[in-house]
């Protein structure tokens, strides 16, 4: 029997911030066998794809009923009819009804929400798990980059820096480094409760805590702390988020932190200071997303991982132009940047021929769907970064890859212990 799509429904949905958002179901063969929705980010990139908001009053402009229509009215037509696995095929069908280098005409949420439940209904339809229609190679369990206290945009604090968080590379298996991260962010709740009040506890966008704190030091030696408090210091390493285009004055070409203006090189010399200090191995976004200079540089002479997020923007034509020059050597993954399963994996794949990381990340505008749980195993990345151990759009991938593990069972592998930097 031929696995044939038969339509294609949309609807809004809301996220975790509760904008709304699109979710997109794919019938094959007139059973509903895929869905998907698709996540937001705030803290976005300049030459990421578009999504298509509706304007106006409803929901302070936010509404996706234009992506939905756009579903509706040209995407479901163009799709019918087709094979539900040809994934590649289907992505480029939505890439040239688009017509837009950005996917600005339909949306990358509209389009993105098609490919994700498309990939999910073929995985359905052949009774695989959709990390093994994605890889029939697919074992390894990633580890978590758990962030654990927040700023920039995804808190109400005046931190600067965006995410501070532990990397249990220690842990023998997927679970034990949820055990791990357990212990380590109660212990912070009690140490950000004694020194800065109960209200302090309350967290950020991703699960963290958002104390009212500016100085990037005191995140660190609160986070350490905790970490020695729990007693799991010989297994945990650390890793930052500097978002530095939201730093970065295109005036003066400096970067703001804490009350100073920094031009690369003093910033640069920031983060080797850091270095000296704490543990840190991964640092994503040092500079600003066009600085190549400052990620070049950042490459060179820190000597850890230098993680591309909006520097990359998950597009291969970004990451073949860059990687070239030595700017940065792992890629932060995000399917909803460049819009369609397809070219994320292409993004992926260029990656790893780089020999660079890759880290698959959520957005801080999640929904309760944990697809980058199936996807983070089925590219084998070993890194996933999907925000702290609470709140249901971050536990809904964790306890995924739970199952996940248990899925595979002695085939599967846990990343810490082969995690290494320099790369």
């Excluded at 945009?153 to 965006?162: P, W």
């Excluded at 998950?314 to 070239?324: C, D, V």
Aim: contains cysteine; charged residues 25%.
């Amino acid at each position: 029997m031929e696995l044939k799509i038969t339509n294609i429904v949309a609807r809004e949905v809301l996220d975790c911030r509760g904008n709304p958002t699109v979710q997109v179901d794919v019938v094959v063969n007139d059973e509903i066998l895929g869905r998907a929705d698709v996540p937001a980010g705030k803290s976005t990139g300049a030459h990421e794809a578009q999504e298509v908001r509706d304007g106006g009053k409803r929901f302070g402009g936010l509404g996706v009923q234009k992506a939905i229509a756009g579903v509706a009215e040209e995407i479901a037509p163009a799709l019918r009819g087709r094979r539900v696995t040809d994934q590649r095929a289907l992505d480029q069908a939505l890439i040239a009804l688009d017509g837009t280098p950005n996917k600005a005409r339909l949306g990358a949420n509209a389009i993105l929400g098609v490919s994700l439940a498309a990939a999910r209904a073929a995985a359905a339809a052949l009774r695989v798990p959709l990390y093994k229609y994605i890889n029939v190679n697919a074992h390894v369990l990633p580890v978590p980059l758990l962030n654990y206290i927040n700023g920039g945009k995804h808190a109400s604090n005046d931190l600067e820096f965006q995410e501070f968080c532990i990397f249990p590379v220690g842990a023998e298996t997927f679970k034990e480094a949820m055990e791990i991260g357990w212990a380590v962010y109660e212990e912070l709740r009690t140490i950000i409760i004694d020194k800065y009040g109960k209200i302090a506890a309350n967290v950020g966008d991703e699960g963290g805590f958002a104390p009212p704190i500016v100085k990037v030091r005191e995140a660190l030696d609160n986070i350490l702390l905790a970490v020695k408090r729990s007693g799991y210091e010989e297994k945990i390493v650390y890793g930052l988020d500097c978002a530095a285009t939201h730093l970065y004055d295109p005036e003066t070409g400096k970067y703001h932190l804490e009350g100073n203006l920094l031009s690369t090189d003093e910033l640069l010399a920031f983060y080797k200071d850091l270095l000296k200090s704490y543990p840190i191995v991964t640092i994503e976004d040092p500079f600003s997303e066009d600085d190549v200079d400052g990620f070049v540089r950042a490459t060179q002479e820190l000597g850890i991982q230098i993680v591309g997020d909006d520097f990359f923007c998950t597009n291969p034509a970004r990451i073949k132009e860059r990687a070239a020059l030595g700017a940065g050597n792992a890629l932060l993954w995000k399917v909803n940047q460049i819009g369609t399963l397809s070219e994320a994996l292409d993004a992926a794949e260029l990656a790893y021929r780089h020999s660079f990381g890759v880290m698959v990340s959520e957005r801080s505008g999640e929904t309760e769907d944990p697809i980058i749980s199936d996807l983070v195993v089925g590219i084998n990345a070993g890194q996933i970064k999907t925000g702290a151990a609470v709140r249901g759009e971050r536990t809904a991938k964790y306890n995924r890859l739970l199952q996940i593990e248990e899925e595979l069972g002695s085939c599967g592998a846990y990343a810490g212990g082969n995690f290494k930097t320099p790369f």
